[in-house]
């Protein structure tokens, strides 16, 4: 039972893992971007071409072999063999369509984004190394005790162990040079 709730669990952290759901997402985003591009090659490219000659790139062939003889009807090849470079150069300029789109509509603007953010960066850390960074309240705190520390050393052992000793710099105590309101010149 244990070995089924491990392997389980293992699979609930593969799932979870960030880099498979990004997988997904994209492989939907793909699949909807495809038919754009698709819809695109069919209703612009396809008619381009085909103003030269037939109006579906698929209907392009060579015969190797001949006579070649095409059903009209189901595009199948009765008679011959038959090279369909039409369907290949309707893939490709798909294929190509494709790769210009990503890359100047997600390539180019992400490495844009990036050059940006990382001379935001670079700014950021230049003025952290010129401003001195803030000490925390634990740093300060340690800096008082080990002034304190310092301050009963030199007051000698028996004031330093007693605690009652004057303080340095207090009224009445070693160091003291007067001061506003005290009464003393």
Known sequence: MSEKQGVLNGFKAFLMRGNVVDLAVAVVIGAAFTKIVNSVVEGVINPVVGSIGPKDLDRYHSCLQGPCEIDESTGAVINGI??????????????????????????????KLKKRLDALDTEEAAEMAATPAQKSEVELLAEIRDTLVALRAEQGPAAGAAGLGPQ???PGGPGFTGGEGTGRA
């Open 82 to 111: 038959t090279i369909k470079w039409g369907t290949v150069l309707s893939a490709s300029l798909t294929f190509l369509i494709t790769a210009a789109v990503v890359y100047f509509l997600m390539i180019v603007p992400m490495n």
């Open 168 to 170: 340095r710099g207090a």
